[in-house]
């Protein structure tokens, strides 16, 4: 169990005053058994006229922004502030809850759950050449059962162990191929990467948005901006969450924000503006993640600007 806030800043900066479409933040986590949200505070500047909040395809929260037509600004800055208490899972409970029937692979799933899962287990980039399937296969045993978690733990650490990792501020994910070939990228490519994988061998998988946060002096990297990992579908276990970036199994020090099918979907602030075509002058994203058991010494009712109710 942890006690995390987190304060991630967004600020877009415009050589003349610019105006702004209509903005989408996916920046606020559901409460869950393995999560509880004590506070969710947004400051937005400018103001917009208007902020409602809905719930995506896949149930996330995402929070929705217009501004006025006449409202021009050579800035938009967003800061959310959440207070919450983790409870990660842990690598023993997936193992402790998994149905007995697909601890060795491959495996078939339940007649009731298959249509739910369809779309997750296809694949979202193609591979003429089968690269990604042959990557994949080198994690099932040789004249030997494959355990299905081991396999997908092997897979994780793999790309952990054999991968450069590098931050990337540009937008979008590399594909799959690309990863393999340059041996280095971004979370998100790692996750899209193992997602794939996953999705060549008949598994469901989905990209996970969020935080990373470090507990226990291990040197995790992808912090100090959104976090990427995916979740892969193990009946009875559920969706268990694989890192591959620091090879964390089962949720440990990550913080879920949204579950997607594809990483387009999981944007977490997403808009534009109209106005000059050079009129960007640059992004500036912070992520500040503090651990503790201390409860934090301002509320989100003092802080200034929009808080959301769920």
Partial sequence: MARVRIRHLTRYEYRNPVGLTQHRLMVRPRDSHDLRLHDATLSISPLPMTTRWAHDVFGNSVCLMDWAPDTLTDHLEIISELDLTH????????????????????????????????????????DPQRRVDAWARRFLAQGEPTHTLPMLEAMTRAIRDEFTYESRDAEGTNTPIATLETGRGACRDFTLLMMEAARSLGLAARFVTGYLYEDNGQGAVG???????????????????????????????????????????????????????????????????????????????????????A
């Avoid at 149905?99 to 078939?108: A, C, M, Q």
């Avoid at 602030?269 to 500040?288: H, I, N, R, S, Y």
């Fill in 223 to 309: 912090g100090g901006a959104t976090h990427a990992w995916c979740a892969i579908y193990v009946p009875g276990a559920g969706w268990v969450e694989y890192d591959p970036t620091n090879g964390l199994v089962a949720g440990e020090n990550l913080i879920r924000v949204g579950a997607t099918r594809t990483p387009e979907q999981a944007v977490p602030v997403g808009g534009g503006f109209f106005g000059e075509a050079d009129a960007f002058l640059g992004l500036t994203v912070d992520v500040t993640v503090q651990v503790g058991d201390d409860a934090p010494e301002e509320t989100a009712a003092e802080a200034e600007g929009v808080s959301p109710e």
């Fill in 87 to 126: 409870y990660p899972a842990g690598p023993e409970l997936p193992l402790a809850t998994l149905d007995p029937g697909v601890e060795v692979f491959p495996f078939s799933y339940g007649a009731e759950e298959a249509p739910d899962l369809a779309r997750l287990r296809e694949r979202h980039l193609p």
